[in-house]
Each structure stands twice: as structure tokens, then as C-alpha cells.
């Protein structure tokens, strides 16, 4: 999918070589994973997307996604919603446009 055959994210030994506890799904893989079901939700035009890569998921894991009350702003949560992944905050075109008059 990335071609990233970086050996953190192909087997637990190879990562265990490195010092990680688990092989990690890949960074990018969760953000597409969240933008995918963020957007097919959303009717307005997005003018950016700002990403904060928190901390790594390691494999197996159970995610889901949270939006925070009344904000374009999303987190990646593990299922016990201790560890965030990924937040995530979505500007609208329209937002934007308004804002700068």
C-alpha cells in the first residue's frame, strides 16, 4: 500500500529489534483510515487539514474515532480512549472564506 517496508510495521520480532513492544500500524495508514470515514460524513468543502501524530499503535489494536462536541477537530483513540493516535482538525472553505472578510 505505503511501499514503506520499514520492519517496524511488518513483524514483532523486527520491531522488537528496534526497542518497540509490537510491530506499529503505519502513521499515515491510520490518518487515511480516519479522513476516509471523517469525510464521506461531510457535505462542506475542506480548505485544510491539520494532523498531530501523538503517540504509535501498535498491532493488534481496536481504534475509533471521536469527534470532539461541536468542533471540526477529531482524535484516533485506542478502545480503552486512554492512548490518542492522531487528532485531527478539518477547516471548512466556507469557515475560511468568512473569517478572512
Do not use: W
Request: include cysteine; proline fraction near 4%; charge should be positive.
Amino acid at each position: 500500500m505505503s511501499k514503506d517496508f520499514n520492519p517496524i510495521h511488518l513483524h514483532p520480532a523486527l520491531a522488537k529489534q528496534f526497542g518497540l513492544k509490537r510491530a506499529l500500524i503505519h502513521g499515515m495508514f491510520n490518518l487515511h483510515f480516519s479522513l476516509k470515514h471523517i469525510l464521506k460524513s461531510r457535505t462542506e468543502k475542506v480548505s485544510s487539514i491539520k494532523v498531530q501524530f501523538n503517540r504509535p499503535c501498535f498491532l493488534p489494536n481496536q481504534i475509533f474515532l471521536k469527534n470532539y462536541t461541536d468542533t471540526n477537530e477529531y482524535g484516533l483513540f485506542g478502545k480503552d480512549q486512554t492512548e490518542r493516535f492522531l487528532k485531527i482538525e478539518i477547516e471548512d472553505l466556507v469557515t475560511q472564506q468568512t473569517e478572512s472578510k
